[in-house]
């Protein structure tokens, strides 16, 4: 996926002479700053289980939370994973098989269920939390506000947008750098278009 070769020309001659460790390291700048910004969402939702947690008596109650924290992500993770094929299905036309073949690896399902499994061996006694309706809904708001603060576009196309400038030795020339700010800024300024039209 990250394959300098596989570009068009026209692509490849924005980018110096790199290799693909280093674009990818690029593209690891960009879910580094999207992190960055979407932290206190996270640390939200970890305080939002260790409330609970320490309430129902939970030994560790600070670590179990992490654990769970990062549970709830992978499982969002999945979720718009998921979302983001159907919509190639639906909208594009293209066979799951396909996308499948394309995109499998970016999908997150086995790590969900592996970690799922070792949260049940060292703290099985999440398996049985059983939650309170204030406490439920309490992380639910948690997980819907982390899960909006993902799929917010304007996260995407600023993160993109901070990588650039973070990574500009990756470009062939200052140039195509401001090029490529031009290119986010225009396609985040169509996407919040067809969103607004979308909603009215």
Not at 16 to 40: H, L, M, N, R, S
Not at 137 to 147: F, H, K, V, Y
Request: charged content about 30%; hydrophobic content about 40%.
């Amino acid at each position: 996926m990250f394959h300098l070769d596989d570009m068009s020309e026209d692509v490849r001659r924005k980018y110096g002479d790199i290799t693909d460790a280093e674009y990818y390291e690029f593209w690891k700048g960009v879910g580094g700053v999207a992190y960055a910004k979407t932290k206190p969402f996270i640390t939200s939702l970890w305080n939002k289980y260790r409330v609970s947690l320490v309430k129902h008596d939970v030994k560790d109650a600070e670590h179990v939370a992490w654990v769970m924290t990062a549970q709830a992500a992978l499982d969002l993770a999945g979720a718009m994973y998921e979302s983001a094929m159907k919509e190639c299905e639906t909208g594009y036309h293209l066979h799951r098989r396909l996308l499948d073949l394309v995109f499998r690896q970016f999908s997150l399902r086995t790590v969900s269920k592996d970690w799922m499994r070792a949260m049940m061996l060292l703290a099985p006694e999440t398996e049985d939390f059983k939650l309170d309706s204030v406490e439920q809904r309490n992380i639910e708001l948690g997980l819907e506000q982390l899960m909006a603060a993902w799929l917010d576009p304007e996260l995407l196309y600023n993160s993109t947008s901070v990588a650039v400038e973070d990574y500009e030795e990756i470009f062939a020339t200052k140039g195509f750098v401001k090029k490529v700010q031009r290119e986010i800024a225009e396609v985040q300024a169509e996407t919040l278009r067809e969103l607004s039209n979308e909603q009215n």
